[in-house]
């Protein structure tokens, strides 16, 4: 049984940076798709950024282009979300999530899509 924990979420300032980790504890980190959604007050929860199953190519939704990456370390079986320039509307919970199953682009599939989830790290881009 897959298990993932979030940590680093925090309140930052506009403009700011800010790091998250994942840990995952069970298979190992490249069996399977992996990578971060989040949901902001009121929306629904989305995918952001994620970790292909079929190649590793990362991939990100458009409102983050350029301003978050995200890294894998196999070794500690933990992944990352580096976010930079943050905006107001990146405040949002943000969950680890993984999926079983060969896939592009988790973030490309409806959250119901999702095998696992982490337990949540709030985000909050305020001044």
């Known amino acids: 049984q897959l298990q993932l924990v979030e940590s680093g979420g925090g309140l930052v300032q506009p403009g700011g940076s800010l790091s998250l980790s994942c840990a995952a504890s069970g298979p190992a980190l490249n069996f399977y798709a992996i990578g971060w959604f989040r949901q902001a007050p009121g929306k629904e929860r989305e995918g952001v950024s994620c970790?292909?199953?079929?190649?590793?190519?990362?991939h990100y939704t458009d409102s983050v282009k350029g301003r978050f990456t995200i890294s894998r370390d196999n070794a500690k079986d933990t992944i990352y979300l580096q976010m930079n320039s943050l905006k107001p509307d990146d405040t949002a919970v943000y969950y680890c999530?993984?999926?079983?199953?060969?896939?592009?682009?988790?973030?490309?599939?409806?959250?119901?899509?999702?095998?696992?989830w982490g337990q949540g790290t709030l985000v909050t881009v305020s001044s």
């Open positions: 970790i292909s199953s079929v190649d590793g190519t990362t």
């Open positions: 999530a993984a999926k079983f199953e060969v896939v592009q682009d988790m973030c490309a599939m409806t959250p119901s899509a999702v095998d696992a």
